[in-house]
């Protein structure tokens, strides 16, 4: 470079760029004064958000979690997206503004100096430039290095990092001031370069002197600056979350206040008090519902209350008619007595007519009777009139008085052994019912046990077992076995059988707060067990089928 200092003069351009290297293991950002823009780094917040998001526990179960946790995800995402872009652009601005200051000393400090340096500059010429731009600004912690071909020099000493690869190459191939901000030792520092440029004249461009200019300098007021917003950003947010968890336990009891209503109404009308109504206030969604919910009770109220009174009129017609049919019944089983005595001496078609005669008048008295003792128990006006008897000196009376001693093979404890208190004419029917059943759809032999089983600490129970060696019952049967007028073949619904029986056997078992099933034997047949229990500390008096002791 020749010719006078008045025809060319050395400066710097005020073009700025951008680049980006990495020094060693650091992640560095390079820019340029003016359209450089730092990415949110620190991993304060993202830590934070990732800390709270770890702490919420799934899954969540309950509406009161699920709003509670809802309220303050919203805030938490609210919070922290304001927090963040606030951040951001305070920081941006933090940097901005003090990059720009920095690079705007350098370059007048620089420009100071460019003129009195030569084409071919010494190093003793190289640190005096260096040494004029350090003194220029002697309270701002700078380092300035100062570079012409392989020349160094250095102030205020040699300990200058050296730039990236990156950096170099830009400040090589551009008439631009470059900045990259580096990690040196767990500090952030700022490091400019500056190439020094000379033009010939107005409307020239300035070409590359070779001599470029470096600084490196502290960032540790923008540090501390950053890590306040951070330390603000987070007690913002722990704040919104404060008053998240607030309002959202405001709503959720808000929310859940008719919801707790609906469902103790659900539970008292479960209990049976079907006038149970909801409060109905406002006009939203859940105002709704108890509306929905209140005609829903008013309607299975009017349904309920209609099958009640269809029932208890059914009850009493059946009472009723049972009731008048009792005298003629009474009469005509007198005069059924007395035809058939005259029947055994009388052939022919009208032995046979006196005959059905008798049979058709003691089925119709006993379905009387069934339908007088099921009356008794819809009513709850059954008594139980309790005796310690033998058991099995009962079930031998049972079978003895309808001659069924040599149609039933016993297996039964010895006299005086098994006593307990029940009632004897109800555990009459018990026997005779199951007995009477298992000889009518059952096949020979038919066997009848009775026994005790103890349930470890429990009470014992005594074990009446009825057995016989049919077909046994059917799946289909099986679940309606106790059913009032179910017979489990239609092919039977002329039988002796009234279909009453084995009802009225379950009734007197639960009188007796015993348990009664039936099951098919592997063997074959059908299994009745009924289990009495032997411990029960209560009166002599009945217990009413509706509840209470009578």
């Not at 049919?470 to 106790?482: K, L, N, R, S, Y």
């Amino acid at each position: 470079m020749s010719g006078p200092p008045s025809t060319r003069t050395r400066k710097t351009t005020p073009t700025r760029r951008t680049v980006r290297a990495r020094k060693g293991e650091h992640q560095d950002e390079t820019g340029t004064a003016d359209e450089g823009r730092a990415a949110v780094r620190g991993a304060g917040p993202l830590r934070f958000l990732r800390t709270t998001l770890a702490r919420i526990p799934l899954p969540l179960r309950g509406l009161r979690p699920r709003l509670l946790a809802a309220f303050v995800l919203v805030a938490m995402a609210s919070a922290l997206g304001t927090g963040l872009l606030a951040f951001r652009e305070a920081r941006t601005g933090v940097l901005q503004q003090s990059q720009d200051s920095v690079i705007h000393q350098f370059r007048t400090s620089v420009d100071a100096v460019a003129p009195y340096l030569t084409t071919a500059p010494r190093r003793s010429d190289l640190q005096s430039a260096v040494n004029q731009v350090l003194y220029a600004n002697p309270s701002s912690g700078w380092r300035v290095m100062g570079t012409y071909g392989r020349l160094r020099a250095y102030a205020p000493s040699a300990d200058f990092d050296e730039p990236s690869p990156a950096l170099l190459r830009s400040v090589r191939e551009r008439r631009a001031a470059v900045f990259q901000r580096v990690n040196i030792g767990g500090h952030p520092r700022l490091v400019v370069g500056m190439p020094v440029t000379y033009s010939s004249g107005e409307g020239t461009e300035p070409r590359l002197s070779g001599i470029v200019m470096y600084l490196e300098v502290p960032q540790n007021a923008e540090e501390a600056y950053v890590k306040a917003m951070v330390s603000g950003v987070e007690r913002a947010t722990l704040v919104a979350l404060c008053l998240a968890v607030v309002l959202a336990l405001l709503a959720a009891s808000g929310v859940l206040r008719p919801v707790r209503a609906l469902r103790g109404a659900t539970r008292r009308m479960a209990a049976g008090h079907l006038d149970v109504r909801l409060a109905v206030t406002g006009s939203d969604e859940l105002a709704d519902l108890s509306r929905s919910f209140n005609e829903t009770a008013a309607e299975l109220e009017r349904t309920v209350t209609e099958l009640r009174r269809l029932e208890a009129q059914a009850r009493r017609f059946v009472a009723d008619v049972s009731h008048e049919l009792r005298t003629p019944l009474a009469a005509m089983s007198a005069v059924t007595d007395v035809l058939d005595e005259n029947a055994l001496s009388t052939g022919g078609e009208t032995g046979d007519a006196l005959r059905l005669i008798s049979e058709g008048t003691g089925r119709l008295s006993g379905l009387v009777n069934d339908l007088m003792e099921i009356s008794r128990f819809d009513a709850g006006a059954v008594e139980l009139n309790r005796d310690e008897i033998d058991l099995a000196e009962s079930v031998q009376r049972t079978l003895a008085s309808r001659g069924w001693q040599g149609q039933v093979e016993t297996r039964l404890p010895g006299p005086g052994v098994l006593r307990a208190r029940v009632d004897p004419r109800r555990l009459d029917v018990v026997t005779a019912n199951l007995v009477g059943n298992a000889l009518r759809h059952g096949v020979p032999p038919v066997w009848l046990t009775v026994g005790v089983r103890e349930e470890g600490a429990g009470p014992a129970w005594a074990v009446i077992e009825v057995t016989d060696n049919g077909p046994g019952i059917t799946d289909e049967a099986m679940p309606h076995v106790f059913d009032r007028f179910y017979k489990a073949s239609t092919s039977r619904t002329r039988s002796e059988s009234s279909g009453l029986g084995l009802a009225i056997t379950a009734e007197n078992v639960r009188l007796h707060g015993g348990r009664i099933r039936a099951a098919n034997s592997p063997h074959g047949g059908a299994v009745f067990t009924v289990e009495l229990p032997l411990r029960l500390d209560d009166t002599d008096t009945g217990v009413g089928v509706g509840g209470g002791v009578r």
